[in-house]
């Protein structure tokens, strides 16, 4: 059994796609969200999206930082979180405008103060006001905040996020098929719109990234910080602190910063493409829980993919990597590892696409292709300087 499910926690979600199978399961079953009727206005022209996630437990090295340094500036970082894991799922069926939000915060009132909510819940405004500039209008309803510290240990910060939105402008990834190729877009670096270097990590995997990466110590002075049934082998067996060190790019920058960058959005460079090419995207994906095999999910018909140009991993994936000594079959499947959008369409399409990116500085390029299945069933390949995995679905 891997660390990951030792922890308690599951890439793939088996149990939850078993518990929701019974469910409606929308319009375009190949959609990244579900999709349903326009039940607020009954316009058979129109679709209802809604979706709910949230920072996940990023929230706990949030809370680790901000006890050893007092900066209540990191928890803006998990309102961003918060916001980008809905937008960026609804960016994956073309919503990029007139979204609604509203948040949820559950908080152990006697560790999370009200500082940190003030700080959660105008970070979130001031986050919507930066998109706005792009022309990613988000409307914030406000939402739901309860002390329940018998249920949460310190605090869950998420939300739900809702569109009505026309159906011919929708992606759902029914056009995927062979012959297509497939841009990703980085997840690291330091786009346009962000104030600093983002190491690419996002929102998912943190149970991992935080138990591989982070010293003992953390489960000594901080044992609200973890579930206390989980075996000593497995609980923050990394040999960092969050003070530490790396030289990225000339500049040394904490481990704390690295495992805490806030999550990407790629809103801003999404509502640029959607404008210029909707008719030659195929199909987007987000590449958060599930990593690298994210895709397979969401294909229409059987298919082999095969992603053989991928980008080198950024720093803080070796970083867990080296203190977990996971195998890269299960880094791809956990994390990113380096590109968290990908858009399936043609070639010259994406060529344009990709200086399209970096004119918003994004780093992109062909990371695959798509091909006919071989064998009935849908087959996966990543091949790199790492040697190569292969999934069957």
Same mark, same amino acid.
């Given at each position: 059994?891997?660390?990951?499910?030792?922890?308690?926690?599951?890439?793939?979600?088996?149990?939850?796609?078993?518990?929701?199978?019974?469910?409606?399961?929308?319009?375009?079953?190949?959609?990244?969200?579900?999709?349903?009727?326009?039940?607020?206005?009954?316009?058979?022209?129109?679709?209802?999206?809604?979706?709910?996630?949230?920072?996940?437990?990023?929230?706990?090295?949030?809370?680790?930082y901000?006890?050893?340094?007092?900066?209540?500036?990191?928890?803006?970082?998990?309102?961003?979180?918060?916001?980008?894991?809905?937008?960026?799922?609804?960016?994956?069926?073309?919503?990029?405008?007139?979204?609604?939000?509203?948040?949820?915060?559950?908080?152990?009132?006697?560790?999370?103060?009200?500082?940190?909510?003030?700080a959660?819940?105008?970070?979130?405004?001031?986050?919507?006001?930066?998109?706005?500039?792009?022309?990613?209008?988000i409307?914030?309803?406000?939402?739901?905040?309860?002390?329940?510290?018998?249920?949460?240990?310190?605090?869950?910060?998420?939300?739900?996020?809702?569109?009505?939105w026309?159906?011919?402008?929708?992606?759902?990834?029914?056009?995927?098929?062979?012959?297509?190729?497939?841009v990703?877009?980085?997840?690291?670096?330091?786009?346009?719109?962000?104030?600093?270097?983002n @190491?690419?990590?996002?929102?998912?995997?943190?149970?991992?990234?935080?138990?591989?990466?982070?010293?003992?110590?953390?489960?000594?002075?901080?044992?609200?910080?973890?579930e206390?049934?989980?075996?000593?082998?497995?609980?923050?067996?990394?040999?960092?602190?969050?003070?530490?060190?790396?030289?990225?790019?000339?500049?040394?920058?904490?481990?704390?910063?690295?495992?805490?960058?806030?999550?990407?959005?790629?809103?801003?460079?999404?509502?640029?493409?959607?404008?210029?090419?909707?008719?030659?995207?195929?199909g987007v994906?987000?590449?958060?829980?599930?990593?690298?095999?994210?895709?397979?999910?969401?294909?229409?018909?059987?298919?082999?993919?095969?992603?053989?140009?991928?980008?080198?991993?950024?720093?803080?994936?070796?970083?867990?990597?080296?203190n977990?000594?996971?195998?890269w079959?299960?880094?791809?499947?956990?994390?990113?590892?380096?590109?968290?959008?990908?858009?399936?369409?043609?070639?010259?399409?994406?060529?344009?696409?990709?200086?399209?990116?970096?004119?918003?500085?994004?780093?992109?390029?062909?990371?695959?292709?798509?091909?006919?299945?071989?064998?009935?069933?849908? @087959?996966?390949?990543?091949?790199?300087?790492?040697?190569?995995?292969?999934?069957?679905?």
């Amino acid at each position: 059994m891997s660390l990951y499910a030792q922890r308690g926690v599951s890439a793939q979600k088996e149990e939850v796609h078993q518990a929701i199978q019974k469910l409606d399961q929308g319009l375009y079953a190949h959609a990244f969200c579900k999709i349903y009727p326009d039940f607020l206005c009954n316009d058979p022209a129109w679709v209802n999206i809604m979706h709910a996630d949230g920072a996940g437990t990023k929230s706990i090295l949030a809370y680790l930082y901000w006890k050893e340094t007092g900066d209540l500036s990191v928890w803006k970082g998990i309102a961003q979180d918060a916001v980008a894991m809905n937008l960026d799922d609804l960016l994956c069926v073309g919503v990029t405008d007139q979204l609604l939000f509203s948040s949820t915060i559950d908080r152990n009132k006697l560790l999370i103060n009200g500082d940190i909510l003030e700080a959660i819940i105008n970070g979130t405004q001031e986050f919507f006001d930066t998109l706005k500039t792009y022309g990613v209008n988000i409307h914030y309803l406000g939402g739901e905040t309860a002390d329940v510290g018998d249920v949460v240990r310190t605090v869950a910060v998420n939300g739900t996020m809702t569109s009505r939105w026309p159906k011919n402008k929708l992606i759902t990834n029914d056009l995927i098929a062979e012959g297509d190729v497939i841009v990703g877009f980085a997840s690291a670096g330091k786009a346009n719109y962000e104030t600093e270097y983002n @190491s690419g990590l996002g929102s998912n995997g943190l149970t991992s990234a935080r138990h591989d990466v982070l010293d003992k110590m953390y489960a000594r002075q901080y044992p609200e910080s973890f579930e206390p049934k989980l075996q000593d082998k497995v609980v923050y067996i990394g040999k960092n602190k969050m003070s530490d060190t790396i030289n990225i790019g000339g500049k040394h920058i904490s481990i704390g910063k690295l495992l805490l960058s806030p999550t990407r959005t790629y809103a801003p460079l999404m509502k640029l493409l959607l404008d210029q090419h909707f008719d030659q995207i195929h199909g987007v994906i987000h590449c958060s829980g599930g990593g690298q095999t994210k895709c397979m999910k969401y294909l229409p018909k059987p298919l082999h993919i095969i992603k053989d140009n991928l980008f080198t991993p950024p720093p803080v994936f070796e970083l867990i990597r080296e203190n977990s000594g996971a195998d890269w079959r299960e880094m791809y499947q956990v994390f990113n590892m380096g590109h968290r959008l990908e858009i399936f369409t043609n070639e010259a399409t994406a060529n344009s696409m990709i200086e399209t990116a970096a004119s918003l500085g994004i780093e992109a390029q062909i990371v695959g292709r798509v091909e006919a299945a071989t064998a009935g069933h849908s @087959s996966l390949l990543l091949k790199g300087s790492f040697g190569e995995v292969s999934y069957q679905y």
